[in-house]
């Protein structure tokens, strides 16, 4: 009776912090294996120190102008045992962050939304890590630099592709302004892929993004090159593989099963209540401050959905998703992975080579432990096996099994620009999550 009633006190408060027109989506009343909410003493954390810590740490990042707000949530043992918001979406105060306010993740996508797709394709046996990929993307198979390269070279950043390719070039004049054969105003049925308010870019311009993948350039040297490029191609390779679109398919495998209310593309042109955080002042592109529409250019016109970037979703959503994942692919009394996939995802993959990637999933330096926290990625306490990604413009999540903990940071850093590198420089994401792990020695 007494930890029931701790858990609905921690619960209500939450909810109070919380907007009041939209309540944090997520359902004590479910199994044993979903998350629910406790005091940090529950699970053996000092709350004292916890609240304390993160608060000076977040705290001094809002004075240095690494971020006008940020969110934290925390998960220990299944349970909820902090979440909290601090500070403003933009520097002048107006609206303080709220714990059920959605973000744009950036390439905190390529694990909540490329990876669930893939993996489950993998696990049916529709994909084979170690078939070369132009098996499956035929235009591939004509590039000599490409043919051969697996989707597990390419999932673990060890394929030697590009690191990016600036597609807004490709539509903008040298004066900055855009090309109309590309973009326009206004929609019409040559122009439906929407990138912003009064941004229209042409329908089939995703072939010609998909061109300039294609042609590429490819290091002859296979070693750790992060890229993002065939992240761009995955919606399309996902679609013709399942015959649904790639927000279908997540929608009906994973989001709404699972029960993620906020988690989608474009979220401008959904009825959402809660209120979104704004992400950069741009000046290139929109002209305008970037709200409720992707702040990654490529993403954008590709109309707002990529494997790359592009996915918005609230805190407790991106948690109980991480949740499933730590879970070894168990959510709810609902199976989504074999226990052997997400293993293997999450799997160091060419070690040798000095690459600490998995396969999509980010994990830590190869010797963190050893590490300085100012040397290491992420904390250094996190365990080998644990897994997750971060997104430019300020997200980051985190999932370690062997200490049953899931971390999820959110901020819009890159507002009002993404010249802002404090949130790099002040090692905040890293000193947070630090915090959880020495929080279990305060109290020994």
Sequence with gaps: MKQLYSIFLIFALNVMLAQEDGPIPLNLDKGEDVLTYAHPSEVGLDSSYIYSEVSKIITNGIKKKAFPGAQVLVAKNGKIIFHQAYGYHTYDSIRAVALNDIYDLASVT???????????????????????????????????????ITLRQILAHQAGLEPYIVLLNTVRKKNGTLKKRFVRTKPNPRFRRRAYDNIYVKSRFIKKAHRLIDRSQVSDKKSYRYSGLAFLIFPDLIQQLT???????????????????TVNFNPK????????????????????LTHAWVHDENAALLGGVSGNAGLFASATDLAQLMQMY????????????????????????????????????DKPLLNNAELALSKA??????????????????TFVWADPENQLVYIFLSNRVYP????????????????????YQARLAIE
């Design 326 to 361: 730590l879970q070894y692919g168990v959510y709810n009394g609902k199976r989504y992975f074999s226990k052997a996939v997400i293993e293997e995802f999450t799997r160091v993959q060419f070690p040798e080579n000095d690459n600490r990637r998995g396969l999509g999933f």
């Design 377 to 394: 990625y992420p904390a250094p306490e996190v365990s080998p096996d644990s897994f997750g990604h971060s997104g430019f413009t300020g």
């Design 110 to 148: 390529k694990i909540t939304a490329a990876l669930p797709a893939l993996m489950k394709l993998v696990d049916e046996g529709v994909l084979d890590l170690d078939q070369a990929f132009s098996t499956y993307w035929k235009p591939w198979r004509k590039r000599k630099d490409k043919r051969d």
């Design 417 to 436: 620009s993404r010249s802002h590198r404090q949130i790099y420089d002040l090692n905040i994401r890293p000193a947070v999550q630090q915090v959880f």
């Design 269 to 288: 042109l959904k009825s959402y209540t809660n209120f979104i955080v704004p992400t950069e002042q741009d000046s290139t592109f929109r002209k305008a």
């Design 243 to 261: 015959g649904q679109s790639f927000s279908e398919y997540l929608q009906s495998n994973f989001y709404g099963p699972i029960g993620l209310n």
